[in-house]
Nanobody, 124 residues
Framework: QVQLVESGGGLVQQGGSLRLSCTASGGTFSNYPMGWFRQAPGKEREFVAAISRRGASTDYADSVKGRFTISRDNAKNTMYLQMNSMKSEDMAVYYC?????????????????WGQGTQVTVSS
C-alpha cells in the first residue's frame, strides 16, 4: 500500500517562501507521475503542479507559474514544491498525490493515492 506524507507547511508572510516535501513509501516511486493539489476553505480542490516519472516534464497552474517549482528526487522517494513570492490566495491545505501513466495530470481523478495534507498559511 502506497503512503504519502507531506511536510513543510506552516506560516509564511506574503512575498515569502516555503518548501513542501512529499515522501512516499510502499511502492516504486519512480514509476509514477506525481502532483500537488490544494484546497482552500469553501473551495474545490485545485491542481497546482505535476511532474513526470523521471522529472523531465512539469506542468503548472497559471496561478502559480513562475512562482512555484515542482521537483522530485527518485533516490529519496521524495517530491518537492518550492513556493516563492507567496500570496494570500496561496493559503490552503496542500496535498501530494501519485498518478498514473508517464506525465502528471491536472485532473484529480487521475491520481490514485493521496497524502493527508499540510496547511500553508500566508499572513499579510
Amino acid at each position: 500500500q502506497v503512503q504519502l506524507v507531506e511536510s513543510g507547511g506552516g506560516l509564511v508572510q506574503q512575498g515569502g517562501s516555503l518548501r513542501l516535501s512529499c515522501t512516499a513509501s510502499g511502492g516504486t516511486f519512480s514509476n509514477y507521475p506525481m502532483g500537488w493539489f490544494r484546497q482552500a476553505p469553501g473551495k474545490e480542490r485545485e491542481f497546482v503542479a505535476a511532474i513526470s516519472r523521471r522529472g523531465a516534464s512539469t506542468d503548472y497552474a497559471d496561478s502559480v507559474k513562475g512562482r512555484f517549482t515542482i521537483s522530485r528526487d527518485n533516490a529519496k522517494n521524495t517530491m518537492y514544491l518550492q513556493m516563492n513570492s507567496m500570496k494570500s490566495e496561496d493559503m490552503a491545505v496542500y496535498y501530494c498525490a501519485q498518478g498514473r501513466g508517464i506525465y502528471g495530470s491536472r485532473r484529480s481523478g487521475e491520481y490514485d493515492y493521496w497524502g493527508q495534507g499540510t496547511q500553508v498559511t500566508v499572513s499579510s
